[in-house]
DNA sequence: CGACGGATTGAAGCACCTCAACGGGAGTGG
DNA sequence: CCACTCCCGTTGAGGTGCTTCAATCCGTCG
């Protein structure tokens, strides 16, 4: 019952559909189209693939181009002219690349596992927008919420410890990876570099961090990139504070 | 000429209207909208005054209304169980406070002086905007506008020492607070407290580092709220690191 | 005048960084 | 199959930039 009605909620697509099958389009902007206009939306955005380590966007490059990622996971860096570098967040499956309203992309997009990408030429894309209010309500919607993710990422970069940092961290890894259960395994593809990139931390008190929570037994390594939470309850007091 | 130039870019208001003389209207989401429509947003917009101190929202308070700031600074903070604070940003005159789509407020906003705002219930506000296109897309242009500076400053707090923090802020105020101007005074009525919570440092940090650049020759304090910048391109260079 | 709050300055401590060595899995080549 | 290398991650020891604690200064207000 459940399940039906999570589905009742979204438009019908026909098996011929360009996007039957596509594992995130209840997730991405595209679920707030109907058929027939996702169709049209679709038909001006073919998919484009990359490998882990190569850039999709780069800092400064003219923004032509909007993309929603099917799969895969990507970083939104930016460089320091000395080489130290910030990652402002990962883009997961469904999440939309290129909410802006400048010509120039602000930060680099670069595939940190191998990824696909669903391309839209940003002038048809914003001709499109402007003919689809639900789509525009939907972009707003999209903007809201990584600004609030955003504004969050302040408090930690700004006010929390090391330690403090790596909990946030892996519990967002768990709300964003999976479907809660507790124990769960939770992969992640990143490296301690882009987690220390993300957090302002260097590798090597990531790596200190973590196993300190694993011998403190709040969570378990499965393996280098993969984990399980032993004790959420400790685990989000620590995150918090 | 300029300035007709500018004027004319303005959809015309009538002396008689409400919005008529409002020092922020082209800054702000009202400068989206022709004078008849502004008129009935305005009337659902009635102003609210707060004294410096006073909170406007709290975090976790139901978002019932949707603000914009026409008279001077607010800051948005986030508290952790343990004191620490965490400013998010600061909001200037124009600035629109309210960008969320969710049913709670995930920052307290506090009237950093005394302010001036347009109140307008979140429901009416929302029903207004889905039937001005122009207005939503403002709304898109301000999210995506505020998103990029979080990120910008998720650099700032990540990656750049003290120095360098100081330096970007000074900037920003600069920036934001005037019209350019090389040697312009520019007063700022923060304290070195929101200052730190703000840069991720502690007061006496911020204190120590503003006396440096002082000492440096690359600023003059013309009084403990108000500055002036005297060597503009170092200060640049310092703040990029 | 004294008291108060915000800002500055000084001295000592510590959380995280830096530098350096080591470990272990994946790929390669014999 | 083992030997070798490379890359990434881990661990250790020492250094440092910012914090913490504390005293002082200064403008404002009663």
Redesign the pocket.
């Known amino acids: 019952m459940l399940m039906a009605a999570t589905v009742q909620s979204l438009p019908m697509i026909e098996q011929d559909h360009p996007c039957f099958g596509c594992a995130v389009r209840e997730l991405a902007i595209c679920g707030s189209l109907e058929s027939a206009a996702l169709r049209e939306f679709k038909a001006n955005g073919p998919a484009a693939d990359y490998e882990a380590g190569e850039t999709v966007v780069y800092e400064g490059d003219r923004a032509a181009n909007v993309y929603t990622l099917t799969s895969g996971l990507l970083r939104l860096s930016k460089l320091l002219p000395d080489g130290r570098r910030q990652i402002a967040g990962f883009l997961f499956p469904g999440d939309f690349l290129g909410i802006t309203m400048e010509e120039e992309h602000a930060f680099t997009a670069e595939a940190v596992a191998s990824s696909s990408l669903c391309r839209f030429p940003r002038r048809q894309f914003d001709d499109f927008v402007a003919d689809h209010p639900e789509l525009e309500r939907r972009l707003y919607a999209v903007a809201a919420h990584e600004l609030a993710a955003a504004r969050q990422q302040l408090v930690l970069l700004g006010r ?6 790596i909990a946030s961290f892996l519990l967002m890894l768990a709300s964003r990876c999976h479907s809660m259960g507790s124990s769960e395994e939770i992969d992640f593809p ?5 987690i ?1 990139d993300y957090l ?12 300190a929570l694993k011998t403190g037994r709040l969570i378990q ?1 499965t393996g ?2 993969s984990f399980r939470i032993v004790d959420r309850d400790r685990l989000e007091q620590l995150a918090e504070g």
């Open positions: 929390k410890t090391a330690t403090e940092r990143m490296s301690r570099a882009d220390g302002g931390l260097r590798i090597e008190t990531v790596s200190r961090e973590i196993t390594l280098r990139h």
